[in-house]
């Protein structure tokens, strides 16, 4: 079993930046992501990196601007999200593809595993 746990989220002003953390337990030796979810939309990739963080993936809407890592060590899994613009504003979650190491999928069906989110608001 796997639990995941969100937290940075908050209210920040366009061109702010802001830190997202997942504490992870159970087994996360494995591809973990980052989604979200704005008001009225589908749940969407946001991005994702391998077991070792050698690999990454981003959405085309955060590339350049968001940079996920992760710390093994610590369980944990980051999301450094700069210059952050209005229509990043969603609730973000973290999630684990249980069968994947290295590939990376952007596929939300694939990750088995979800935080319970934390909201991100982007003020203009």
């Known amino acids: 079993q796997v639990q995941l746990v969100e937290s940075g989220g908050g209210l920040v002003q366009a061109g702010d930046s802001l830190r997202l953390s997942c504490a992870a337990s159970g087994r996360t030796s494995v591809v973990m992501g980052w989604f979200r979810q704005a008001p009225g939309k589908e749940r969407e990739f946001v991005a994702a990196i391998s077991r070792s963080g050698s690999r990454t993936s981003y959405a085309d809407s955060v590339k350049g601007r968001f940079t996920i890592s992760r710390d093994n060590a610590k369980n944990t899994v980051f999301l450094q999200m700069n210059s952050l613009k209005p229509e990043d504003t969603a609730v973000y979650y973290c999630?684990?593809?249980?069968?994947?190491?290295?590939?990376?999928?952007?596929?939300?069906?694939?990750?088995?595993?979800w935080g319970q989110g934390t909201q991100v608001t982007v003020s203009s």
């Open positions: 999630a684990v593809d249980p069968t994947r190491t290295t590939l990376i999928t952007t596929r939300a069906y694939e990750y088995d595993y």
